[in-house]
């Protein structure tokens, strides 16, 4: 069966840094645009970052460019998201989703990020 299992997730200070992973199986991970979405509490889910199936193109929300940086690696099937300068709007709810529809496609159960001093 499909699955996405986001790790990484923590608490930390503002200015830190984290790397969230997302480990894939039972689809064919090189045809899909992966995505990062978040959900901060009280607040809709919104989409952090894109990538490509391969690799070639890269979307950020205004809100993380500069800082987040998306990546994939279709031998391991596994997507990253690397965080850097932290921010506490930035806590919430982080999912791996497979596909780029927003109706569509398959999501992982998140992995919580809390930045805070």
């Known amino acids: 069966q499909v699955q996405l299992v986001e790790s990484g997730g923590g608490l930390v200070q503002p200015g830190g840094s984290l790397r969230l992973s997302c480990a894939t199986s039972?689809?064919?991970?090189?045809?899909?645009?992966m995505n990062w979405y978040r959900q901060a509490p009280g607040k809709e889910r919104e989409l952090v970052a894109s990538?490509?199936?391969?690799?070639?193109?890269?979307h950020y929300a205004d809100s993380v460019k500069g800082r987040f940086t998306i990546s994939r690696d279709n031998a391991k099937n596994t997507a990253t998201l690397q965080m850097n300068s932290l921010k506490p709007e930035d806590t919430g709810v982080y999912y791996c989703?497979?596909?780029?529809?927003?109706?569509?496609?398959?999501w992982g159960q998140g992995t919580q990020v809390t930045v805070s001093s």
């Open positions: 989703k497979a596909g780029s529809s927003p109706l569509l496609g398959y």
């Open positions: 039972g689809f064919i991970f090189s045809s899909y645009v």
């Open positions: 990538i490509s199936s391969a690799s070639s193109i890269t």
